[in-house]
Every structure is written in structure tokens, then in C-alpha cells.
């Protein structure tokens, strides 16, 4: 049996403003939503039918990078350049960034991105596996995806 991610589930503490920042900011397309007051979701896609993420407004403070389960959410772009315009994207709408532009995942690796958060704080990367061969790496022997 093998198995691969199906989707990937956020609690949220406000669904308009995540739904906001997913959709508008980053492009995810919005699939379905629950609008009743106790049970409010959305599931957001990449152009098909199927869900790759969902919001759920059931969470009571900002994400905290100290409890387990989640460490970070990451996804892959076709190119750096097209990292570059997501990170403008993000800066023009006020994310905040754990690092100053495109950086290395290890020093000398090809593979790096940007490191940022949601608005509840949850830690999000956006990287590609080439292209990034002359960024820094923030830490020298850590992988910078693993401590932001």
C-alpha cells in the first residue's frame, strides 16, 4: 500500500481573513464553504475538484510553534522567479517573513524559498527544488526549513 497526502487541514481562528489571505494572496481556488455559525470551513483548491487544503474555523488563539502536530505547510512552485512574485505578493499584503527573501534550504543546495506565516501564525514555505543555487542558507548547517 502506498500513500500519498490527500489534503492538508488548518484550524483557523477567523475563516473570512485566512480565506482572504489563501485565495487572494497565495490563489488557491475556493471549492466549497460551510457558512453555518458553529461549523464554518472552506476547502480550497488548485484549479481541479479536488481539495489540497481546508480551513477550519475552530481554533481559539494563534498557532504555537511549541505544541506538536503541525510544524509547517509547504508547497512547491514551477520556478524561483515565480517564489520571487509570491514573496511580493506576501509583502504587499503584510505576511510576515522568518527570512529576507529566497533562501537556501543548506548552504550550497539548489533547492530554497520563502519561510512566512498565515495570519493565525501558522509556518508556511514556498519553495522550488531548483533554482535557488546562488541564495544563502540563514543557518550553516541546519535545514532552514526545520527552525523558523
Known amino acids: 500500500m502506498t500513500l500519498r497526502t490527500g489534503h ?3 484550524n483557523v481562528t477567523d475563516l473570512d ?3 482572504a489571505f489563501y485565495r487572494d494572496v497565495l490563489g488557491f481556488t475556493l471549492l466549497a464553504e460551510g457558512k453555518e455559525d458553529d461549523r464554518r470551513y472552506a476547502f480550497l483548491g488548485t484549479g481541479g475538484d479536488q481539495p489540497v487544503l481546508t480551513l477550519w474555523q475552530q ?14 505547510l509547504a508547497f512547491t512552485a514551477e520556478s524561483v522567479d515565480r517564489v520571487r512574485e509570491y514573496e511580493t505578493a506576501l509583502r504587499a499584503a503584510g505576511a510576515q517573513f522568518a527570512h529576507e527573501g529566497v533562501v537556501a534550504h543548506r548552504e550550497g543546495s539548489a533547492s530554497g524559498g ?9 509556518r508556511l514555505e514556498i519553495s522550488v527544488p531548483h ?18
Open 114 to 122: 520563502i519561510f512566512f506565516h498565515d495570519p493565525d501564525g501558522t
Open 8 to 10: 492538508t487541514g488548518l
Open 131 to 148: 533554482g535557488a543555487e546562488t541564495a544563502t542558507a540563514p543557518h550553516a548547517t541546519a535545514p532552514t526549513c526545520g527552525f523558523f
Open 17 to 19: 481573513r485566512s480565506l
Open 59 to 72: 481554533a481559539h488563539g494563534p498557532y504555537d510553534r511549541g505544541r506538536a502536530g503541525l510544524h509547517h
